[in-house]
């Protein structure tokens, strides 16, 4: 496992349908290893701190096995490493086998695995079309976040290190499941809600279901 790429970008704004907005999407590779803090990259920052950033997001990782699939459904579309807006292009790591809380070493930083990447209407900005937004989320293929343990310089070529997992097994792959395809696996639910990786907005989500389901 391993970094292929590390990407970053400071806001800039961008007219969209009309309207001037600010945006930290447009992630551009770099050669050289920077620090990795508690809340970003060195040279990295997010425009809207409502939704993007904090603890829980420091950094964004898209698996790189991705990539074909997307070039397959966008032909045509130049896909550069850091085009799904990621801080790390990953390669070994995929959603179906990372778990919410499992911490690995990469460089001299540590971390652990919080959320699934949920998209937004700037990754629409950043392919000059609105439907990859629903198709990113159909597609399953969300890349996730990392939350910083210990910070530390990172780089291209570095390589991830697992160094252990959180008792409840709930996988990346799992919390998409559950959020945008099988909202009446209550069972799953309530095992994700006793992960203490997964950050607070999605246990209230999670919880909210159930008691909507249960009634």
Not at 7 to 28: D, H, M, S, Y
Not at 35 to 54: F, I, P, S, Y
Request: glycine fraction near 10%; proline fraction near 4%; include cysteine.
């Amino acid at each position: 496992m391993r970094i292929l790429s590390v990407n970053v970008a400071l806001p800039r704004e961008v007219t969209w349908q009309g309207k001037l907005v600010t945006t930290g999407i447009f992630k551009e590779p770099i050669e050289k290893s920077v620090m990795l803090r508690t809340l970003n990259l060195e040279g990295d920052r997010q425009a809207d701190l409502t939704v993007h950033g904090g603890v829980s997001k420091a950094v964004y990782a898209y698996p790189s096995e991705h990539y074909d699939y997307w070039r397959i459904e966008l032909p045509g579309v130049d896909l550069p490493w850091g085009m799904f807006g990621e801080n790390f292009t990953t390669e070994g790591l995929l959603e179906e086998t990372v778990y919410i809380g499992d911490r690995f070493r990469i460089g001299d930083a540590e971390v652990f695995v919080t959320e699934p990447r949920m998209p937004c209407y700037k990754l629409g900005i950043k392919f000059g079309r609105a439907d990859i937004i629903k198709r990113f989320l159909a597609s399953r293929r969300t890349g996730f976040y990392f939350a910083v343990v210990q910070e530390g310089m990172v780089g291209p070529g570095d390589s991830i290190e697992f160094i252990r997992s959180e008792q409840q097994e709930i996988s990346v792959a799992d919390i998409t499941r559950l959020y945008g395809f099988e909202r009446d696996d209550l069972k799953t639910m309530r095992r994700a809600i006793g992960v203490e990786a997964l950050p607070e907005n999605w246990k209230g989500y999670f919880q909210h279901q159930l008691e909507k389901q249960i009634g």
